[in-house]
C-alpha cells in the first residue's frame, strides 16, 4: 500500500508549487471519474484513530484525499476529541478536518475541553459524542448517514467506564440502540473509546453478529489484533493515533519523563516528529453488514 501511495504522489506532484497544485487536481478528477460506480455490493470505510494536534490534522488533510482515491473510499470516519492542540475540539479544527475528506467525527473523554464545542453539539450533524451520556445531554451518541449514490452507514460513538468517567453502562443500554439503528442499515461502526482492553473485546463479543465493526480508540496505541469474529463483526482493540509518533502519546517527550521522575505539573506540549495518520480500512457487505475485511494502516506523512 505504501509504494502504490507513493507511486500516486509522484503522480500527482507537490502541493507547494502552482503547476503541481494544478496537476494535482486534475489527476485527482481523472482518478475519481474513473472509479465512480466501482463499490458495488460493497461499503469500503476509513476508520482514523485519534487526531493529535495541528501535526495531525495535517496528515488528515494531506493523506486522506489520496487515501479516498486509492482505496475507493465510501466513507471516512475519525475520532477527533484531541485535533485542537491536542485536548478538545473547536469548530475551526473541526472544518479542516471535514474539508479534508472525513464524513463524520467521533469523540470522547476530552469532548468538553473546549468549550467552543457547544457550538458542534448543537448544530453539526456530523459530531457525534459518547451515546451512554445521561439523557438530557445535547449532542447525539448515534447517526445514519446517507450520501448520493452510497449505502447508508450508521455510526456509533461509546465510551468506556474502566479507568475512566462514570458515564451511564454502555452495555445495558448498547443493543437497544443497535436495534433501532439496524431497522434503517445493517451496516454499523461502532467506536468504543475505552481504556481498558478488556472491555472493547467484551463489548466487541456482545455485539458480534449485530455491528459491521467494533474499533477501539483513546489509548493512541495501535493493536495488532485485528479480526473478524464469527457473526462477521471485524475488531481492533485500538486504531492508534493521527500525529506525531516521535513523542509520548503525541505528546513532547521531555515534559512527560519529567512529569514521572518529578511528580510535579509540567506542561505537555504536541511534539512534531515522525507524524503518521493511523487507522483501519473494513470492506463491508452493504446487503448483510458483515466485514468481509479489515486492514491496519499506519502511514507516515511525506
Given at each position: ?6 507511486a500516486l504522489r ?6 507547494s508549487f502552482a503547476p ?7 489527476s485527482?478528477?481523472?482518478l475519481?471519474h474513473?472509479q465512480?460506480g466501482f463499490?458495488?455490493g460493497?461499503?469500503k ?6 487526531i ?6 495535517r ?5 486522506v484525499?489520496?487515501l479516498?482515491?486509492q ?6 470516519v475519525?475520532?477527533?476529541e ?6 478538545g475540539?473547536?469548530?475551526?479544527t473541526a ?6 475528506g472525513?464524513d ?7 469532548l468538553?475541553?473546549?468549550k467552543?464545542?457547544i457550538t ?7 459530531f457525534l ?9 445535547m449532542?447525539?451518541?448515534?447517526r ?8 447508508a452507514?450508521?455510526?456509533?460513538n ?13 452495555f445495558?443500554m448498547?443493543?437497544?440502540e443497535?436495534?433501532r439503528?439496524r ?8 467506536d468504543?473509546?475505552a481504556e481498558a ?6 463489548m466487541?463479543r ?16 495501535q493493536?495488532?489484533d485485528?479480526?473478524i ?5 471485524a475488531?481492533?482493540?485500538?486504531a492508534g493515533?493521527t500525529g506525531?509518533?516521535?513523542?509520548v502519546?503525541g ?5 512527560v519523563i ?15 516528529g515522525?507524524?503518521r495518520?493511523?487507522?483501519v480500512l ?6 448483510t453488514?458483515?466485514?468481509r475485511?479489515?486492514?491496519?494502516l ?5
Amino acid at each position: 500500500m505504501r509504494l502504490a501511495l507513493c507511486a500516486l504522489r509522484l503522480e500527482l506532484c507537490p502541493l507547494s508549487f502552482a503547476p503541481g497544485a494544478l496537476r494535482f487536481k486534475q489527476s485527482v478528477s481523472k482518478l475519481a471519474h474513473a472509479q465512480r460506480g466501482f463499490n458495488l455490493g460493497a461499503v469500503k470505510i476509513l476508520f482514523i484513530g485519534d487526531i493529535v494536534g495541528e501535526p495531525g490534522r495535517r496528515a488528515v488533510r494531506t493523506l486522506v484525499p489520496l487515501l479516498r482515491l486509492q482505496h475507493r473510499l465510501d466513507a471516512v470516519v475519525a475520532n477527533g476529541e484531541n485535533s485542537a492542540g491536542g485536548a478538545g475540539i473547536t469548530p475551526k479544527t473541526a472544518e479542516e478536518i471535514f474539508s479534508a475528506g472525513v464524513d463524520v467525527m467521533t469523540t470522547g473523554d476530552h469532548l468538553w475541553d473546549q468549550k467552543e464545542v457547544i457550538t458542534l453539539l448543537e448544530s453539526e450533524s456530523r459530531f457525534l459524542r459518547p451515546l451512554n451520556y445521561p439523557a438530557g445531554t445535547m449532542g447525539q451518541g448515534a447517526r445514519v448517514y446517507r450520501w448520493d449514490g452510497k449505502p447508508a452507514l450508521a455510526v456509533v460513538n461509546l465510551q468506556g467506564r474502566t479507568f475512566m468517567a462514570d458515564l451511564d453502562n454502555p452495555f445495558n443500554m448498547i443493543q437497544r440502540e443497535i436495534a433501532r439503528l439496524r431497522g434503517e442499515t445493517p451496516n454499523i461502526l461502532v467506536d468504543f473509546h475505552a481504556e481498558a482492553t478488556s472491555e472493547k473485546i467484551a463489548m466487541a463479543r456482545l455485539l458480534d453478529g449485530q455491528v459491521s465493526a467494533l474499533v477501539g480508540t483513546h489509548t493512541h496505541v495501535q493493536t495488532a489484533d485485528e479480526q473478524i469474529f464469527p457473526g462477521g463483526t471485524a475488531f481492533l482493540s485500538d486504531a492508534g493515533f493521527t500525529g506525531p509518533h516521535q513523542s509520548v502519546l503525541g505528546r513532547e517527550i521531555a515534559p512527560v519523563i519529567k512529569r514521572f521522575q518529578t511528580l510535579t505539573p509540567q506542561r505537555f506540549e504536541v511534539a512534531k516528529g515522525d507524524v503518521r495518520l493511523q487507522g483501519v480500512l473494513l470492506d463491508i457487505d452493504e446487503t448483510t453488514g458483515r466485514t468481509r475485511s479489515i486492514q491496519r494502516l499506519s502511514e507516515p506523512l511525506p
